[in-house]
């Protein structure tokens, strides 16, 4: 009974989680994003310190550049572009495609692709440059360096007005527009120890405690951030004027500031200007906290609290803001009798030209949160309570949540479900489903080649781009084929 009651929880786990960060681990993105209480050896790094003890093959565990990359929007698909943007399919009598007239139910419908209104643009890539775990019976270490670069783009589908044009009197907003991007390194030390059991639980029940934790150094080499605020186009009533109403509020540090305006340079100094790629544009510090335990002797539970910490940008810091209001009431060329005229064309290319001119200034430090998120998970062995099982079988189930968007994190919950099958001991096959945070469903899946003292796993975490292409909206795919056991 105990065993029916133990799956049918996991089974049942809180159906809403959150996708908050990509792993390099190929094995973790075949999963589907698990981590939290099935991530052992180098992978506990940065997922469940504590992991760091769970059995694994090996008591030393080398790896080198495992990378994850993954790319892709919430909105855009190649049945979108297809249905609406690629004609009728068809040909006139002269071989000439038959273009799409868009009813009011196809403009709608690719609005309505905009998840409440605005789409994310989305790319990360995540690559381990080395990885270490080292571990005893009741102790376990493990260091790694882990460089991370991504962008997200956020784009308002109002910036699809020419879908119904820009009538007289109307006014389009821009304002939600905006661009995050990043490239840091963080360096983990991480550390696990086994603790007693505790006297006021039944070894029965609960048993077999490990803690972890983790701490990081983060330098950060580039990031820029914008924001687009009371920025709207305007169509006038009375003729076909239009007016371009533009504030924009950004800040950039590091590698994105090596070209800034003449203004800024007078006043940034020489060191601002010519950075150096390789030197650090920032710095900060994290920590990672993690505990395992095992449930009626067969269901391994984990929690861990991960990136909690902070990054600091104060080298090569440039600011740009500002406001300002730009009319054009139709076109009129240049006078040719008239020597250094003008289109008002080229007027309105000078005012743009200017209102981005001169706009950068020298800022002050700034500082953005670690990727932080709680992460709580479960798996089971099933092939330990049904020995019909060919092979060894493992279910787990993750619960993400994210406290924060910085760095392509989600405050939007998602769930996690994977199994990995052992047919065989040297050819794990791996699949996992994750629903919601930052990359919506996934179906993941994978394959790894477990050598005696060497391991090579492929995953690709977005499959359902493979089996569905037309519909898929992200890509992923890890890899890693320099990992060691000793």
Known sequence: MKKIIAIAALAFFPLFTAYSQQYSSARLISLGGLATAVSTDVDAIGTNPANLLSL????????????????????????????????????????????????????QSILNAFPNGVGQVRTDVNVRILGVSVRTTNIGIGFAVDEKV????????????????????????????ATETWWYRSYNVDYAMRLPDLLIVPKEIVRNFVAGIGLKYVTG???????????????????????????????????????ISKGAKSTAGDTTVNFNPLAPAGTGFGFDLGMTATVY???????????????????????????????????SPANATIDGSTSNLD???????????????????????LPTKLNIGASVALDEL????????????DYHQGFNNYYNNSTTPELVLGTEWKPIGLF?????????????FRWSLGFGI????????????????????NSAKYVSISLSILKFRF
């Open 428 to 440: 794990p096959l791996r699949t996992g489903i994750g629903l919601g945070g930052a990359y919506g």
């Open 347 to 369: 007027s309105l290319k000078g005012a743009f030209n200017d209102y981005f001119k001169n706009r950068d200034v020298a800022a002050g430090s700034y500082t953005t949160s």
């Open 56 to 107: 694994s093959r090996g008591t030393v565990v080398v790896e080198f550049v495992p990378f994850n990359i993954a790319a892709g929007s919430d909105f855009l698909n190649v049945d979108l572009y297809n249905n609406y943007f690629t004609g009728t399919g068809q040909t006139d009598s002269s071989g000439n495609k038959i273009g799409r007239f868009l009813t009011e139910a196809d403009k």
């Open 297 to 331: 002797g067969f269901v391994n539970v984990g929690i861990s609290l991960t990136d909690i910490g902070w990054l600091t940008w104060n080298k090569n810091v440039v600011r740009t803001t500002g406001d300002t209001s730009i009319t054009f009431s139709g076109f």
């Open 150 to 177: 991504g962008a997200k783009i956020g784009l308002p589908n109002s910036l699809l007005f020419p879908l119904d044009g820009n009538p007289p009197g109307s006014t389009i907003s821009l304002n939600d527009l």
């Open 450 to 469: 477990n050598l005696p003292f060497w391991d090579i796993d492929l995953g690709v975490g977005t499959f359902n781009t493979i089996a569905a292409p």
């Open 221 to 259: 080499f580039s990031y820029t951030s914008m924001q687009s605020a009371n920025s709207s186009l305007h169509t006038d009533s009375s003729d076909y004027a239009f007016t371009v109403n533009l504030g924009m509020d950004g800040t950039r540090a590091g590698l994105l500031s090596n070209v």
């Open 386 to 397: 049904f020995p019909v099982i060919p092979g060894q079988l493992l279910v787990a189930i």
